[in-house]
């Protein structure tokens, strides 16, 4: 069996905002969600800047989570169970009208965010906060779900690969449904002092907003963000058999293991190259059928050198003609949520015409010269996007994405 994989229902926190659609406006506006650290005393680390979730949160979260059940949660993993019922809640899916063993849930996750920075936490949920598979499961106990619930960790690529194998299940017939997706926090003292000794981040304190600058020459380093990003994953025909509304199809993947280094990519973005090409060829799209590339774009030195240079290795005479764009120069590196925030973002540029911007590129490096959206959004009806994300450990994903009719 063969079925076409649509995305019914997303949704989405980061530092931009609590909703998709709070978090859509803040990023076709080129808005920065980049601050100075405020949930724990940063004051003696080299870096002290990070893409933060707004507190108000917290308070959106009892909305949506009981107290008992969020007493047994992290931060994290609440962001993670209220941006799945806000993508529930907008795919308008009933799950007593549909077979629940037919639906599944994987979760990209690394880790479920129980560090220095998590409050309350006790003896007694200490358990339960730490299980990292505890997001897949908390969904799954939400809507009564008895299909397959399983984490996947693949680093930054965590909620790609979810996706990925979302995908698998219901094109070979195992499910009819699967919520795919992710969340993650490392904006904790223990991990940004770990990644400082590893010379990944930015230092640009002094001017938070401006720190994340994907591509541009005078890039120092990712800056670390956090948030959720959920979507519901249906059958075509599953979707149209209730009237669903489409935001787009699912066209294919790419997944590559690099077997190089636990830190570094291949050498030219040969890698990076690779996991494009094979996403390409398994979505059985021409090359010149690529309207954007959600990159991974990280503001790092390889990364973004290698990620061009891959472009270029895939789509030769064509790669200068293709939006490439950086949602982390917005909304930071949020890690296990990369893969399915920035999959949700280009879904939202198939789905209203609009390309968000690479902000904060005002000294462009001359060894990379593709077209990055600088600064600005730019209106462009796309057909096909590609979304790309390369973990630590060699983990790449491409996710192809295309634009389909409403219903």
């Known amino acids: ?95 007593n009208q549909v077979d629940r063993m037919r639906c599944s849930v994987i979760m990209g996750v690394v880790n479920t965010g129980n560090s220095s920075a998590e409050k309350d ?95 541009s020459k005078d890039r120092d380093g990712f800056v670390i963000g956090e948030g959720a990003g959920v979507l519901v994953l249906e059958s075509k025909e599953h979707a149209q058999s209730r009237n669903a509304q489409i935001h787009a199809e699912i066209a294919g993947y790419g997944l590559t293991s690099e077997g190089y280094n636990i830190m570094a990519p291949k050498k030219d973005g040969e890698g990076m190259a690779q996991t494009i090409a094979l996403a390409i060829q398994n979505s059985g799209i021409r090359k010149d059928e690529v309207g954007y590339i959600n990159a991974h774009g990280t503001s790092t030195e390889l990364n973004d050198r290698y990620e061009t240079m891959a472009i270029k290795q895939v789509f030769g005479n064509l790669a200068c003609q293709i939006p490439v764009s950086s949602s982390k120069s917005m909304i930071g590196h949020t890690i296990g949520a990369a893969g399915a925030i920035e999959a949700i973002i280009t879904a939202m540029s198939l789905k209203n015409g609009i390309l968000p911007p690479t902000i904060n590129y005002h000294q462009p490096d001359p060894d990379l010269d593709l077209d990055y959206v600088p600064n600005a959004a730019r209106p462009k009806e796309i057909r096909v996007a590609l979304s790309n994300s390369f973990g630590f450990g060699g983990h790449n994903a491409t996710i192809v994405l295309r634009k389909t009719i409403s219903k």
């Open 1 to 95: 069996m063969s079925r076409e994989v649509v995305i019914t229902g997303m949704g989405m926190i980061s530092s931009l905002g609590l909703s998709l659609e709070e978090n859509w406006k803040n990023l076709i506006n080129g808005k920065s969600g980049v601050k100075n650290i405020t949930m724990f005393d940063a004051s003696r680390l080299t870096t002290r800047v990070a893409a933060q979730v707004p507190p108000e949160f917290d308070e959106l979260a009892r909305n949506y989570i009981k107290k008992r059940a969020s007493s047994q949660m992290t931060r994290v993993t609440r962001m993670c169970l209220t941006a799945a019922k806000m993508a529930v809640n907008d795919s308008g899916i009933d799950f």
């Open 121 to 215: 936490t006790t003896p007694q949920n200490t358990v339960f906060k730490t299980m990292t598979n505890s997001m897949p499961a908390w969904i799954s106990l939400e809507y009564q779900l008895t299909g397959p619930n399983f984490a996947i960790n693949t680093a930054c690529a965590s909620s790609a690969y979810a996706i990925a194998f979302g995908y698998d299940m219901i094109k070979n017939g195992q499910s009819d449904v699967v919520i795919v997706g992710g969340a993650d926090s490392i904006i904790n003292f223990e991990e940004i002092e770990g990644f400082n000794a590893l010379y990944a981040l930015s230092i640009a304190n002094d001017l938070p907003e401006q720190a994340s600058k994907p591509f």
